[in-house]
């Protein structure tokens, strides 16, 4: 299976490539890439600087181009998908399906992935992208268990990727209003969830306080870890009791699951974190690339300090593991 | 690793433009070595950021659009738009990109209040320039450079040994 790692920087993308990546994801500096945030993310000079260092590092590049068109703006879009196959992508991850038509029509020979913004999780869907567009491998949204994946894997023409480290989004990917509610700009559109320009922490006594635009998400006490403020793992009053309504500030891992999701049919596994800086992607990297290599039985010791990296310093099994409250 | 407070205390006693200088000459060096760092910043280059390190008795504000640092002894509290929080060998490792600053934060070792998009523009502007502070601030120690450079990277080894930072 590919270890499928993210860069937000040039430096970053470096150390995931020394780190042992087998393909390397990133974006343009600009909102046709679903992580837009401020600072991150490459020029076109740096892209084709990135793209030229990993093929002789006899790494991939993968470029996201995962939001949604604006109406009237496509220009946008179709720019930065000339540029990335122009620089050398070895494939273009899309989520709009007029991108997508685009890109298969303009450039036959590119390879295509289905973005996990995409909202893509059934044979239909998916066969139609494979059929229409000639997609090759689809990004599954975190919320299916392995058992749904291994069933989904013998319907479908195209391969799997799948998230296995890093942060937890655990709605439908592409879809999700939640930042957009709180904030006016969509991670869909806008390519930021629970944008920073929104985000204040603040100490009130002991306790740290986060809020995301007009809403209070969530209060750590003292010795409480923190986690992202984002309205899905905010703490909630619930009838009599305080708690999390839809998750838990807490990231994924389930690199102790590798055989199951090579039984089920998986081709890439991807970690999370184009946001992150290249201290973590260096760490995450380079601890999944010998877990990857290693025996089953020694995984768990060569992951165990990562958790430490992680949102809240938790990490869970989301719902490939699925147990309910 | 916290700043050891033996080497900490005697800091409360020597005169601040003292501190103030050393700090200026050091920060001059450091810009020189890396002329575009502030530029990445866009429009956060014109916010003013604080950095309180929590083992010593001082306050650095650095202001990127006039190129600027300024010490302050606490409990100074000087008008800024982000205020940055964590033991100072901390602070320095992450201006060299080696600690991952939202891990620390997760672990409250690291405290942001402010403006989140300033200091996450910054974390992003630093990753990008590799600061190596042994070597980049052998110039400020003219002479002594060499030695300056050695024993900065020795105790860097020390202190980042205890706190797990990778970089490759």
Same mark, same amino acid.
């Given at each position: 299976?590919?270890?499928?790692? /993210? ?12 780190a042992g ?11 046709t890439?679903?992580?837009?945030? +401020? ?43 000339? =540029? ?8 273009l991850? &899309? ?16 390879? &295509? ?34 058992? *749904? ?24 990917e ?12 969509? +991670? ?15 100490? *009130? ?9 007009a ?7 003292? *010795?409480?870890?923190?986690?992202? +403020? ?27 699951q590798?055989d199951? &999701? ?9 970690? #999370?974190?184009?946001? @992150? ?28 300090? %990562? ?15 699925k147990?309910?409250? | ?8 205390? /005697?800091?409360?006693?020597v ?29 956060h ?10 083992? %010593?008795?001082?306050v650095?504000?650095? #202001?990127?659009? @006039?190129?600027?640092?300024?010490v ?6 000087p ?10 060998? %901390? ?8 600690? =991952? ?6 672990? @409250? ?10 200091? %996450? ?5 630093? =990753? ?24 900065? =990277? ?8 205890? #706190? ?5």
């Open positions: 299976m590919e270890l499928i790692c /993210p860069a937000g920087t040039p430096a970053a993308f470096r150390e995931a490539v020394e990546a087998d393909a390397v994801y990133c974006g343009f500096r600009d909102e890439n679903a992580r837009n945030f +401020p600072g991150l993310n490459f020029s076109r000079e740096e892209l084709g600087e990135a793209t030229a260092y990993a093929r002789r590092k006899g790494t991939k590049t993968f470029v996201a181009l995962n939001t949604f068109m604006r109406a009237g703006h496509e220009d946008l879009w179709y720019q930065a998908a000339a =540029d990335a196959v122009h620089l050398g992508a070895d494939a991850i &899309l989520a709009d399906i007029g991108l997508m038509a685009h890109a298969a029509e303009t450039y036959p020979e590119q390879r &295509l992935h289905v973005s996990v913004q995409a909202s893509a999780s059934n044979p239909d869907a998916l066969n139609f992208l494979v059929e229409a567009f000639g997609a090759k491998r689809v990004v599954l949204p975190r919320t299916l268990t392995i058992s *749904d994946i291994a069933r989904l894997a013998r319907q479908i023409r195209c391969e799997i990727e799948v998230f296995v480290f890093g942060g937890l989004c655990v709605m439908a592409g879809r999700c209003s939640l930042s957009s509610y709180a904030t006016g700009k969509s +991670p869909n559109m806008n390519g930021v969830c629970s944008p920073a320009s929104h985000v204040r922490y603040r100490q *009130d006594g002991s306790d740290l306080v986060s809020e995301l635009g809403y209070t998400i969530n209060r750590f006490p003292r *010795d409480e870890a923190a986690g992202y +403020p984002t309205l899905c793992k905010g703490r909630f009053d619930i009838a009599d009791a305080s708690g999390y309504a839809f998750e838990d500030p807490v990231s994924l891992d389930v690199m102790d590798i199951a &999701l090579r039984e089920a049919g998986v081709s890439a596994l991807k970690i #999370e974190g184009r946001q @992150r800086g290249k201290a973590y992607v260096a760490e995450v990297v380079s601890a999944l690339r010998k877990a990857l290599d290693a025996r089953p039985e020694e995984r768990r010791a060569l992951l165990a300090r %990562l958790r430490l990296l992680s949102e809240g310093q938790r990490t869970t099994s989301g719902a490939y593991d147990r309910w409250r | 690793m916290e700043f050891p407070r033996p080497l900490a205390a /005697p800091l409360a006693a005169p601040i433009p003292l501190i103030d200088r050393a700090v200026k000459l050091m920060f001059k060096s450091l810009l020189r070595r890396h002329p575009g760092l502030f530029e990445r910043l866009g429009e280059k014109s916010k003013r950021y604080a950095f309180r390190p929590t083992d %010593l008795p001082l650095f504000l650095v #202001e990127p659009a @006039r190129a600027a640092v300024s302050m002894r606490k409990p100074a509290d008008a800024a738009d982000a205020v940055v929080e964590s033991p100072l060998f %901390l602070l320095l490792a992450l201006l060299e990109g080696r600690c =991952d600053a939202e891990g620390l934060f997760f672990s @409250r070792s690291l405290t942001v209040i402010g403006d989140m998009e300033a200091v %996450l523009s910054l974390r992003n502007a630093l =990753d990008g320039c590799e600061i190596d502070l042994p070597r980049d601030l052998c110039a400020f120690a003219g002479p002594l450079a060499p030695l300056v450079s050695r024993t900065a =990277d020795a105790l860097r080894r020390r202190v980042l040994a205890g #706190e797990h930072a990778a970089w490759n």
